[in-house]
């Protein structure tokens, strides 16, 4: 993690750092991230045109999938320049299918932009994307998007961003007009007004003075602005108790020194589609999000672990360290791995370590990226995002570094899936293809996991969703060329018990001529508090004479492979304790591999004396709908087995949040769309594991042909 200071290096590669902006575009589905991307990258002249989502032309959604549906499904890095400043940004999908793109992108990002609706104001995923970003502590400037459209407003907006998101927020600018009439902005530190002109696709706009009206506006404004800042800056505040003047300048550090610690959230608004606004906001992006020199060190842990920690400072003459945030593969140059560099320098021909895996990598090219098209660069510097090319064994998360400095930095977390579908193939002689196809995509994308039953040879596709799921099908069969056949979407369970067991298992047998002995026995326990769905081995245990501790630790490791896959369908076991009561050993006889063997055996048969059962996921949804269609909506939820959490208005649009079992959700979609006539929207994203009872966990194996046994 990096830690702030305040940057006034003046050495040659500490100016270039403080010229960098590393920023991503966060926001709900359908806010406008990338129509803001676009318009970015029009003025700052990357593009000769703009592109546009509805038509399927916008570069930051360059993938034919993306281009199809309108929407952004995997996060692109482009570069671009400002004002002599570099902005190395990344687009990132609203849909919370593929979160994990927004997760491993903040990650790496100094700051972000988050763009909301000024119509819908803060919505689901808007707060899920707003809590990554603090998870990161990454620095934020807001853009009220879509002021052109009917029922924008602004200062609700305004309202929902401090009580949804917690936050203080520092109005920079004043709509002018809303709706149709929306014309440009009023800026509260510079006091004039923007106006563009819309037949120039906003690419000129006029700098007016303000009318005597809009002057004392702007004057109870700024003084808003000064009061919300004098409680963060002590200088500003003496300033202020003394009657003396505050420039604009004074103001805007203060407010960037603040922005960069967390304290507020300046706040622009405009419309990206009518072409008004982004100017002003990428001056915001320069004044008050953190450039690298920012931070005043990296900081990770040396290779013993956690116990020792080690740090460089951020320059280009300090150690190399780059995290791997993110996999692509590229039809021409195969495997590219998307680096943030934080310390050092890289050429090409550069031999690095992976701190991780323990493996040296060579760096056989270095890319700026542009969505999917590249440049080649024979360097790459501190502050720097880029692809290279060579890594063959390197992951989502790990830490590149010099051998003779080792470093590794915090890694990521990925969500498990939720949903799963069978797929086989068509021809037998694709095998090997598919499997290699399977090995592409996992690398690419961490939340999407497969397996293969062994019984009927099908393979087992796992995802965040419907509409991850439809993605990972469509890009196996375009991408690879393999057909397949396809099977229904179904639900990712999770296995626990109902009551304790005890079971003690005597492992007598004779491998490859080698006697293998080994003793356990074990209590396992259910785990009552719904929020705890974590499995926990206690090691204390009971025996005559020493025990080797080797052993104890496989039997550990036996416990937790079967904590992977339990009794009832194979799937992941939770909310289980487990003690081991006894363990006995002889010297000449007994193994590691013997105790992993026991344990394993252990579990599994007290795992079945335990009354075992299924947990299925629920999901948390928001559906937006016109008020008079919400009684048929929240009848549908209920009939689903849902829970109706609240409903909030807005106007004519009914916001209603609630939970639902995922397998009672397949197909709402369509149900929604057509109770609704087509105006009702939904959000859904995992909420946690609930216990099916008994007869509900025994229907469930009818279903898949299998009986409860136990």
Not at 84 to 98: E, Q, R, Y
Not at 174 to 200: M, R, T, Y
């Amino acid at each position: 993690m990096a830690q702030i200071t305040n940057s006034n290096s003046t050495s040659a590669s500490g100016s270039r750092m403080q010229s960098i902006r590393n920023i991503g575009i966060i926001a709900h589905i359908d806010a406008g991230k990338t129509t803001v991307s676009e318009r970015i990258l029009f003025y700052t002249g990357i593009n000769y045109k703009i592109g546009e989502v509805h038509e399927g032309t916008a570069t930051m959604d360059w993938m034919i999938q993306e281009q199809e549906r309108g929407i952004t499904i995997t996060s692109a890095a482009t570069t671009c320049e400002w004002k002599n400043h570099k902005i190395n940004l990344i687009d990132t999908p609203g849909h919370v299918d593929f979160t994990i793109e927004v997760e491993r992108s903040l990650r790496v990002l100094d700051g972000a932009v988050g763009v909301f609706c000024a119509v819908a104001g803060v919505q689901p995923q808007s707060e899920t994307v707003w809590r990554q970003a603090d998870k990161y502590k990454v620095p934020r400037i807001a853009f009220i998007n879509k002021m052109d459209r009917l029922g924008a407003d602004f200062e609700n907006c305004l309202e929902q961003i401090r009580s949804k998101l917690n936050k203080k927020i520092a109005i920079m600018q004043l709509p002018i007009g809303k709706e149709d009439n929306f014309a440009g902005v009023i800026d509260i530190l510079d006091a004039n007004k923007i106006i563009w002109n819309e037949s120039e696709q906003g690419k000129n706009f006029k700098i007016e003075t303000l009318s005597s009206e809009e002057d004392e506006l702007v004057k109870i404004y700024r003084d808003e602005l000064i009061c919300t800042m004098i409680d963060f800056d002590e200088e500003l505040a003496t300033k202020y108790l003394n009657g003396d003047s505050i420039s604009s300048d004074e103001l805007k550090k203060s407010i960037r020194l603040c922005t960069i610690h967390n304290g507020l959230i300046p706040v622009y608004c405009g419309s990206a589609f009518k072409n008004k606004g982004i100017q002003p906001l990428l001056d915001g992006v320069i004044d008050f999000l953190p450039n690298p020199m920012d931070f005043k060190e990296i900081t990770g842990y040396a290779l013993s672990g956690k116990d020792k920690i080690v740090s460089f400072p951020l320059s280009v003459e300090s150690h190399f360290c780059a995290l791997a945030f993110k996999i692509m593969n590229d039809s021409f140059l195969g495997s590219l791995t998307f680096l943030r560099i934080y310390s050092g320098s890289l050429a090409v021909g550069d031999v690095l370590l992976n701190s991780n895996n323990g493996k040296k990598e060579k760096i056989l090219k270095i890319l700026k990226m542009h969505a999917n098209k590249r440049t080649e660069l024979k360097e790459a510097y501190a502050g720097d995002i880029v692809a290279v090319g060579g890594p063959k064994e390197t992951r989502t998360g790990e830490t590149f570094c010099s051998s003779s400095a080792p470093i590794i930095l915090d890694p990521m977390n990925f969500p498990d899936p939720v949903m799963d579908l069978a797929v086989e193939l068509k021809k037998s002689e694709d095998e090997d293809k598919f499997q290699q196809a399977l090995q592409s995509l996992k690398a690419e994308d961490p939340t999407f996991h497969y397996s293969i039953n062994k019984e009927t040879g099908q393979t087992l596709i796992k995802g965040m969703g419907e509409l991850h799921l439809e993605i990972i099908i469509d890009r196996l069969k375009r991408e690879s060329g393999i057909p397949l056949n396809i099977g229904a979407p179904q639900v990712s369970y999770r296995e626990r018990i109902s009551k304790e067991a005890i079971f003690k298992e005597h492992l007598h047998s004779e491998i490859a001529g080698k006697q293998m002995l080994a003793e356990i026995e074990i209590k396992i326990s259910p785990i009552i508090d719904s929020k705890n769905q974590q499995n926990i081995v206690s090691n204390s245990y009971r025996s005559i004479g020493e025990l080797p501790k080797q052993f104890i630790k496989a039997a550990i490791a036996g416990i937790d492979d079967f904590f992977k896959a339990g009794v009832l369908l194979g799937y992941p076991v939770l909310s289980t304790a487990v003690e081991i009561l006894n363990i006995h050993y002889e010297e000449d006889k007994s193994s590691e591999i013997a105790f992993k063997i026991a344990a394993v055996n252990a579990i599994q048969s007290a795992f079945r004396r335990a009354q075992p059962l299924l947990m299925q996921p629920i999901m948390e949804l928001e559906i937006s709908c016109p008020l008079e269609y919400s009684g048929e909506v929240i009848s549908s939820i209920a009939s689903r087995g849902g829970n109706i959490l609240s409903v909030n208005s807005s106007g004519n649009i009914e916001a209603i949040l609630c939970t639902a079992p995922l397998g009672d959700l397949f197909g709402y979609s369509t149900v929604l769309r057509s109770s609704t006539q087509g105006r009702g929207t939904f959000t859904m994203k995992f909420s946690h594991y609930d216990s099916l009872d008994l007869n509900k966990t025994k229907k469930i194996l009818d279903t898949k042909g299998m009986s409860y046994l136990f």
